[in-house]
């Protein structure tokens, strides 16, 4: 779960975070895309908590996602990651790095949208490099082409990424470069949201 310290901001995250006014920063992006590494160094920068929300949602259901999946299926297993995402979407100040499939669902849209949602883009050689890379079960991909079926996926998912309030394309640098990259176009995105009213 969030863990209850904060980090003290940097002063670029310290000016971005009085304007964010406590919204959850929301990454999405394809498994691969660096979204739990990104993460972390940007909540940091904030001064903002970093939850890893597949983390989150193995805790709620006792076990491994690959498990979840050969238990429950795709189905089960999207309904409780919108039943985690809705619990998240009720705290606030975190980053919070998403599952690759979350946007799949309208309704996690909804609760995407009360944050400032972030696209970490990657193309698929790098996604497929760093996929190689990690142990980590990945269900989707477990069948017999998993370079192809990542690319379906890709494209399948690619307009809905797209509703992103922001779309950061990545080139294989490190973590901490991106999430610099992401401090920087921020603002920009924050000047076009609707202030919220003054309780």
């Known amino acids: 779960m969030a863990k ?40 940091e920068a904030l001064g903002y908590r970093f939850l890893d929300a597949d983390t989150t949602l193995e805790q709620v259901a006792g076990c491994p996602i690959p498990e979840l999946f050969e238990r429950e299926g795709e189905t089960g297993f999207r309904e409780l990651e919108s039943a985690v995402l809705n619990r998240i979407a009720g705290w606030h100040s975190l980053v919070v790095a998403t599952g690759g499939g979350v946007v799949t669902r309208p309704s996690n849209w909804g609760e995407l949208q009360q944050g400032v949602v972030i696209w970490l883009d990657a193309p698929a050689e790098l996604l497929l490099g ?14 017999p082409e998993p370079e192809r079926r990542l690319i379906e996926l890709l494209q399948a998912r690619r307009p809905l990424y797209a509703q992103a309030d922001l779309h950061i394309v990545q080139a294989g640098g490190p973590p901490e470069a991106v999430a610099q990259q992401v401090l920087e176009a921020l603002p920009a995105v924050l000047k076009e949201r609707p202030v919220a009213p003054a309780p």
């Open 4 to 43: 209850s310290s904060r980090p003290d901001p940097t002063p670029m995250g310290q000016s971005l975070r009085q304007r964010l006014q406590g919204l959850n920063v929301y990454l999405v992006g394809m498994m691969g895309a660096g979204k739990s590494a990104v993460g972390a160094p940007l909540a």
């Open 130 to 143: 760093r996929l190689r890379a990690d142990p980590t079960p990945r269900p989707l991909l477990a069948g």
